[in-house]
């Protein structure tokens, strides 16, 4: 998995209204894939236990792009082929949240949001959880994770 979100830019623009719904006039549908990523991420978001797309650097990275240009997609990448899409996510997710049930959560809804919104089919999501956010982390900042007292799991 290659969760650097520049390599969905190599893919180019796909009509998958004009394939997938029925025609009423002349024309076509393009949703760039810049599209399908930010409707990827957005589903990836709402689930709960979900705390950032992303792996912990490229987050930090992350900030400061996102302030510059409103890059919002980082962790996220696509295979567009047709009227198919294979997905690939990096999710830090909330401790102490069951990360199966969680990465099954964030499957269904970026399917269903995919496959309602853009009109693609999608044939994989890879969900790879790359860190945990421990809420003390929050609490105490300076506090390196590995201080935490030793009675707690």
Same mark, same amino acid.
């Given at each position: 998995?290659? =969760?650097?979100?520049?390599?969905?830019?190599?893919?180019?623009?796909?009509? =998958?209204? &004009?394939? /997938?719904?029925?025609?009423?006039?002349?024309g076509r549908t393009i949703i760039?894939?810049?599209?399908?990523?930010?409707?990827?991420? #957005?589903?990836a978001r709402?689930? &709960?236990?979900?705390?950032? #797309?992303?792996?912990?650097?490229p987050r930090a990275l992350g900030a400061i792009r996102e302030v510059i240009a409103r890059e919002d997609s980082r962790g996220v /990448?696509?295979?567009?082929?047709?009227?198919?899409?294979?997905?690939?996510i990096a999710i830090v997710a909330d401790y102490p949240v069951p #990360?199966?049930?969680?990465?099954?959560?964030v499957r269904s809804a970026v399917i269903a949001a995919v496959e309602e919104l853009v009109g693609l089919r999608v044939t994989e999501v890879t969900v790879t959880v790359t860190d945990l956010? #421990? =809420?003390?982390?929050?609490?105490? =900042?300076?506090?390196?994770?590995?201080e935490r007292p030793a009675g707690r799991s």
């Open positions: 998995m290659n =969760p650097n979100p520049a390599s969905s830019n190599t893919v180019p623009p796909v009509a =998958p209204a &004009a394939e /997938t719904a029925p025609a009423t006039g002349p760039n894939d810049s599209v399908v990523v930010k409707v990827i991420d #957005l589903a709402d689930v &709960a236990g979900v705390y950032a #797309l992303g792996t912990a650097g /990448t696509v295979r567009i082929e047709d009227d198919q899409v294979g997905v690939d #990360l199966p049930r969680m990465a099954a959560d956010h #421990l =809420p003390e982390a929050d609490d105490q =900042p300076g506090v390196e994770h590995s």
